[in-house]
C-alpha cells in the first residue's frame, strides 16, 4: 500500500506598517489565503528603516490590525517584530524565522508589487531570496517581469512560478505572481483624506474606523457628514 506524505504547510508572512491598515491590505491577505491554502500571519513594523516614521504608534497599529482580522478565517497578528528591538530590518524577522521554523520548512513573504518594485532599498536583499520564497500582489498593468530594476530582475530570473504548490517543494527562493485587483487608495492617501475631513470611512473595516476616530488618529477631527452639526440632545 502506497502511503501518501503531505507536503510541508506553507507558512506565509505579510510585513508592514499597516498605518493603518485598509481594506487592500485585507483583500491581498485573503487573497494569498486562498491561493495558497495557507494561514497569513500579518507582522506589523515596529520601526520601518528605509521610509519615514509611521502616523500611529506600534500600539495603536497592531490593536487596528487585531480589530481589522477578527472572525476573518486563517488571518492571524505576529508581534514579534514589535517585540523586537531596533529597526524592523526583514532579513532578522526572516533569520528568526529559520532559526524557528527550521531550514527546510518554506516560507513565503508576501509583499505588494509596489514594495517588490523596491526590494532593492531593502538591507542585504539578495539575502532575503535565500531565506524565502516572496509572493507578489500585482497590481495590474505592473511591470514586474522584464519592467524590473536591472538588478533585481538579474536576480530573480529563472524564479517566477504560477503555481502556489510551487512554493511547498523547496524552503525559498521562487517568487509567485498573485493574480489580484488592488485598490487604489493607499494608506498614505487614507491619511491624507482623515486629516482633511474628506471621505474614508469606506476603506477601512468598521471596527478600524471607529478606533481611529476614537483614538483620534492621523488628525481625525470629525466624519464629513457630522462636522459642524450639533450635539444630540441628552436623554
Known amino acids: 500500500m502506497t502511503i501518501a506524505i503531505a507536503a510541508p504547510a506553507l507558512q506565509v508572512f505579510y510585513g508592514g506598517t499597516f498605518d493603518p491598515i485598509h481594506d487592500g491590505h485585507l483583500a491581498i491577505a485573503c487573497a494569498a489565503r486562498d491561493a495558497c491554502d495557507a494561514d497569513i500571519r500579518l507582522l506589523p513594523a515596529a520601526d520601518p528603516p528605509h521610509r519615514p516614521p509611521p502616523g500611529a504608534q506600534a500600539g495603536d497599529r497592531a490593536a487596528m490590525v487585531a480589530l481589522a482580522i477578527q472572525g476573518v478565517s486563517r488571518l492571524t497578528l505576529?508581534?514579534?517584530e514589535l517585540e523586537r528591538s531596533g529597526p524592523?530590518?526583514?532579513?532578522?524577522?526572516?533569520?528568526?524565522?529559520?532559526?524557528?521554523?527550521?531550514?527546510?520548512?518554506?516560507?513565503?513573504?508576501?509583499?505588494?508589487?509596489?514594495?517588490?518594485?523596491?526590494?532593492?532599498?531593502?538591507?542585504?536583499?539578495?539575502?532575503?531570496l535565500e531565506l524565502s520564497h516572496f509572493i507578489?500582489?500585482?497590481?495590474?498593468?505592473?511591470?514586474?517581469?522584464?519592467?524590473?530594476?536591472t538588478d533585481l530582475n538579474a536576480a530573480v530570473a529563472g524564479r517566477w512560478v504560477e503555481d502556489a504548490a510551487a512554493l511547498r517543494t523547496s524552503a525559498a527562493g521562487r517568487i509567485l505572481r498573485?493574480?489580484?485587483?488592488?485598490?487604489?487608495?493607499?494608506?498614505?492617501?487614507?491619511?491624507?483624506?482623515?486629516?482633511?475631513?474628506?471621505?474614508?470611512?469606506?476603506?477601512?473595516?468598521?471596527?478600524?474606523?471607529?478606533?481611529?476616530a476614537e483614538h483620534r488618529l492621523y488628525g481625525y477631527a470629525g466624519d464629513p457628514a457630522v462636522i459642524g452639526m450639533p450635539p444630540s440632545p441628552s436623554l
Open 88 to 128: 524592523s530590518w526583514t532579513i532578522d524577522t526572516l533569520h528568526a524565522l529559520r532559526a524557528a521554523l527550521g531550514a527546510q520548512a518554506p516560507v513565503a513573504w508576501l509583499v505588494g508589487a509596489d514594495s517588490f518594485l523596491g526590494l532593492t532599498s531593502w538591507k542585504r536583499w539578495r539575502e532575503l
Open 136 to 149: 507578489v500582489a500585482q497590481r495590474p498593468g505592473s511591470l514586474l517581469e522584464g519592467g524590473l530594476p
Open 78 to 80: 505576529d508581534l514579534r
Open 178 to 212: 498573485l493574480h489580484q485587483p488592488l485598490q487604489a487608495h493607499s494608506a498614505t492617501d487614507l491619511r491624507q483624506r482623515i486629516a482633511a475631513g474628506a471621505s474614508w470611512r469606506g476603506l477601512v473595516p468598521p471596527a478600524v474606523a471607529d478606533y481611529i
